[in-house]
Nanobody
């Protein structure tokens, strides 16, 4: 069983920055696709950014140019660097791991609130 633990959320003013971290408890971290998703109140969970085992990245249009996903395989960690934050970025952010076989794992989520 894989456990994902997110950290780094909090309250930030519009235009500010945050870095989210997700540590995975797995011995084969580098072979997995990692992603960040978010869910705002009353809305469905949506993809924010994904990074493959080969470091290919995909971003939602709403965060392109502002957010950046990266991974540190020796540390079993994936990061989400968030810049120029907007109020509409307020949501619970979830870390996701997808095995090559297709198994899916989720973290417990971390709250990001963008407000003045």
């Amino acid at each position: 069983q894989v456990q994902l633990v997110e950290s780094g959320g909090g309250l930030v003013q519009p235009g500010g920055s945050l870095r989210l971290s997700c540590v995975a408890s797995t011995s084969s971290f580098s072979i997995n696709t990692m992603g960040w998703y978010r869910q705002a109140p009353g809305k469905q969970r949506e993809m924010v950014a994904v990074i493959t085992s080969g470091d290919r990245t995909t971003y939602s249009d709403s965060v392109k140019g502002r957010f950046s996903i990266s991974r540190d395989n020796p540390e079993n960690t994936v990061y989400l660097h968030m810049n120029s934050l907007k109020s509409e970025d307020t949501a619970v952010y979830y870390c996701n791991l997808v095995r090559p076989q297709g198994y899916n794992y989720w973290g417990q989520g971390t709250q990001v609130t963008v407000s003045s």
